[in-house]
């Protein structure tokens, strides 16, 4: 296990609506990355949250954002589900700018109806 | 921008034979590369990387991976394969996408089957 834990794992949403998926990263790790992973494709970085601020996102709107705490646990928030948001989102925790691998949580399925 | 292609959706190997996973990338500067592996319904479990060094690359469960800069690959190996490797295989380079973030870039995965 990777000590990375994410909740919940199954999610269904009606389009539209607003989603919180929530992540507890992997003690000692400052940095945690999150990941849309559309069935059949590999994971997309949506962004990456460092010291409480986001720095940097990947082709992804504003619509999906993120907040990362003190004891380094995150949001990932999603605003006006669409239903190609369907996807397993990962959360991965990692230290900054150092060559350490990232570890990844089991992630959330979520389903937008 | 940086890119990582999986050319192959499946590979099949008989159990005991050595199976290749291929991967190629495109990155600006020293590229940092990744391999994880994905079972059913789980996250991604790291397996091995390349920062620097040598060129042969050992990680987890007896997989390898041999970098070729010239090439611009970095294919996994395993000597002996068994039905238990049968999974889900991502390469994944990592880059910088500005403020600092250094989020990883994967390909589309390569389905490994190991057949008894």
């Known amino acids: 296990e990777t000590g990375v834990t994410q909740s919940p794992t199954h999610l269904i949403k009606t389009r539209g609506q607003q989603v919180t998926l929530r992540c507890s990263s992997q003690?000692?790790?400052?940095?945690v990355s999150w990941y849309q992973q559309a069935l059949g494709q590999g994971p997309q970085f949506i962004f990456q949250y460092y010291r409480e601020e986001e720095n940097g996102r990947g082709n992804f709107p504003p619509r999906f954002s993120g907040l990362q705490f003190p004891n380094y646990s995150s949001e990932l928030n999603v605003n006006a589900l669409e239903l190609d948001d369907s996807a397993l989102y990962l959360c991965?925790?990692?230290?900054?700018?150092?060559?350490?691998?990232?570890?990844f949580g089991q992630g959330t399925r979520l389903t937008v109806v | 921008a940086q890119s990582v292609a999986q050319p192959e959706d499946q590979v099949n190997v008989a159990e005991g034979n050595p199976l290749t996973v291929k991967c190629t990338y495109s990155v600006s500067g020293n590229p940092y590369l990744f391999w994880y592996v994905q079972y059913p319904n789980r996250g991604l479990q790291f397996l091995l990387k390349?920062?620097?060094?040598d060129n042969l690359v050992k990680g987890s469960y007896g997989f390898e991976a041999e970098f070729n800069k010239s090439q611009t690959s970095f294919h996994l190996k395993k000597p002996s394969a068994l039905v238990s490797d049968s999974a889900l295989y991502f390469c994944?380079?990592?880059?910088?996408w500005g403020g600092g973030a250094d989020g990883l870039t994967f390909g589309k995965g390569t389905h490994l089957i190991i057949q008894p």
């Open positions: 994944a380079v990592r880059a910088l």
């Open positions: 003690s000692g790790h400052n940095t």
């Open positions: 991965a925790s990692s230290l900054v700018a150092s060559h350490k691998e990232a570890f």
């Open positions: 390349y920062i620097t060094g």
